[in-house]
C-alpha cells in the first residue's frame, strides 16, 4: 500500500510558477511509475505528466508540454511537477498517482493522493 501526499499548490497569478511536490511512503517507491492529473470543476480527471520509475521516460500532455516539467528523486520518494507560465485555465485539482506500467489513463492507476488546490487568476 502506498501513501501519497502532495503540497505546493496555491493561488498564484498567470505566467507565475509552482512546483508541487508529492511525498510517497509505505512502498517501494523507485519500482512505481508516477503521473500527475488534474481535475477542474466540473469535468473529468486528465492526464498532465507520468515519470517512468527511474526518470528514464517522461510524457506531458499536449496543454503543457513545454511549460511543465515532472521529476523525481528516489531517494526522498518524491515526484515533483514544475509548472511555469501558469494560465487560467490551469486551475484545477491536482493529484499525484502510481501504477506500475508507464501509462497515461487515471483508470491504470492504483494509488492516489488527495490532491492540491492550484489556482491561476487573470
Known amino acids: 500500500q502506498v501513501h501519497l501526499v502532495e503540497s505546493g499548490g496555491g493561488l498564484v497569478q498567470t505566467g507565475d510558477s509552482l512546483r508541487l511536490s508529492c511525498a510517497a511512503s509505505?512502498?517501494?517507491?523507485?519500482?512505481?511509475?508516477m503521473g500527475w492529473f488534474r481535475q477542474a470543476p466540473g469535468m473529468k480527471r486528465e492526464f498532465v505528466a507520468v515519470?517512468?520509475?527511474?526518470?528514464?521516460?517522461?510524457y506531458y500532455a499536449d496543454s503543457v508540454k513545454g511549460r511543465f516539467t515532472i521529476s523525481r528523486d528516489n531517494a526522498k520518494n518524491t515526484v515533483y511537477l514544475q509548472m511555469n507560465s501558469l494560465k487560467p485555465e490551469d486551475t484545477a485539482l491536482y493529484y499525484c498517482a502510481a501504477t506500475i506500467l508507464l501509462r497515461t489513463d487515471p483508470e491504470d492507476y492504483e494509488y492516489w493522493g488527495q490532491g492540491t488546490q492550484v489556482t491561476v487568476s487573470s
Open positions: 515519470i517512468s520509475w527511474n526518470g528514464g521516460s517522461t
Open positions: 509505505g512502498g517501494t517507491f523507485s519500482s512505481y511509475v
